[in-house]
């Protein structure tokens, strides 16, 4: 009945452990001790056969569980209307949207009844409302007196679902215990920012056979793109967030989308470029942030790469990781602003008398 959940930036091996609980990945060394079926939802992409349609897969992954074939009808229904795919239900998969996708996969692992659930990201893909199901139905199984393992950079979600935290980075656990304290080690080790990441080998760069990642920047709009962006950042600065990636396919439908989360994990804002074709070679995209937006307080910046506006081909969370700060109210009667955002408002004040 415990929900733990493990946080770490990106790259820190905890999508790697979710795969050596679930056998698809060996460990290097030591072992992991599992009683009871396991369910997962990793990555999007995993776990259904892309020619098989969406009926097919649902009794393809009851069988993989042990399930007999009459669980999985007793259970069929109640996944079909969770995941809303009601009208694709005989469409092969390959044909599906990251967000219909992701709504089936994790219909599937939380309703086909495993002891264990292990939920890798659930929240990167989809609207708020089948984020708020999820949470919901995660919230359900442990309930019932089963494990949840819930990977998640939302520290919203984190902390109001789970009991537990595990931080890991570098392959290694850095704080396990009451998932507030774990957040706030966490959070606190992320004062120093990520302001610029850069990748010159296209071979080992992040991505896959369809994208590569060449640079993620932030940079004061009045910068050249090449110069320092070690200086403050204040609440009255315009920010460029610059991004240049690889495409190695001719003649593909792409856009940048990118979302903007506080250090907590509530999302501040979602914006997406507009989408065209692009051919082979490296592409570079620009999103300006106007000042006078951001409050005080440290943010991080996740990049998707989509396809025909419909498929996440790629994504990577806290590509950017920065801190915005307001140094005027230091000394002001109540402090600093308090919310996520401070947009500078118009006010008009006059004497009626």
């Not at 050249?224 to 610059?242: F, K, M, Q, Y």
């Not at 506080?262 to 470029?273: K, L, M, P």
Request: a negative charge; glycine letters at 10%; aromatic letters at 8%.
């Amino acid at each position: 009945g415990e929900v733990v959940g493990i946080i770490g930036r990106n790259g820190a091996g905890k999508s790697t452990l979710l795969k050596i609980l679930c056998q698809i990945t060996e460990p290097t060394r030591g072992r992991a001790e599992i009683h009871g079926r396991v369910g997962s939802l990793l990555e999007v992409g995993t776990g259904f056969h892309p020619e098989l349609t969406g009926r097919e897969n649902i009794f393809m992954n009851g069988a993989i569980l042990g399930m007999r074939r009459s669980e999985v009808v007793r259970k069929f229904d109640e996944i079909v209307a969770f995941a809303e795919i009601e009208r694709f239900l005989d469409t092969p998969v390959k044909r599906y949207s990251s967000g219909m996708y992701v709504r089936l996969a994790f219909a599937v692992a939380a309703h086909l009844e495993p002891e264990i659930l292990l939920v890798d990201e659930v929240l990167a893909v989809g609207d708020a409302q089948f984020q708020r199901k999820c949470l919901g139905k995660m919230g359900d199984v442990s309930r019932e007196g089963r494990t949840v393992l819930f990977v998640s950079h939302n520290m919203t979600a984190v902390q109001g679902l789970c009991q537990r935290g595990i931080w890991i980075a570098s392959g290694s656990v850095q704080s396990s215990g009451p998932v507030t304290d774990v957040v706030a080690h966490y959070l606190g080790s992320q004062a120093s920012g990520i302001l610029r990441q850069e990748w010159d080998d296209r071979a080992t760069a992040p991505g896959n056979e369809k994208v590569r990642l060449h640079l993620a920047q932030i940079s004061r709009d009045t910068d050249h793109l090449d110069a320092s962006v070690g200086r403050e950042i204040n609440v009255h600065t315009s920010i460029l967030l610059t991004f240049e990636f690889w495409n190695l396919r001719p003649d593909t439908h792409l856009n940048l989308s990118l979302n903007l989360f506080t250090s907590e994990g509530i999302r501040v804002f979602n914006s997406a470029s507009p989408a065209q074709m692009y051919a082979c070679g490296l592409i570079r995209g620009t999103c300006r942030v106007p000042g006078d937006l951001l409050n005080d307080g440290l943010y991080r910046v996740e990049i998707m790469i989509v396809e025909d506006e419909a498929r996440v081909i790629y994504y990577h969370p806290d590509v950017l990781v920065f801190e915005v700060a307001d140094t005027e109210r230091e000394t002001s009667y109540h402090g600093k602003w308090q919310g996520i955002v401070r947009p500078k408002i118009l006010w008009t004040i006059e004497s009626r008398s």
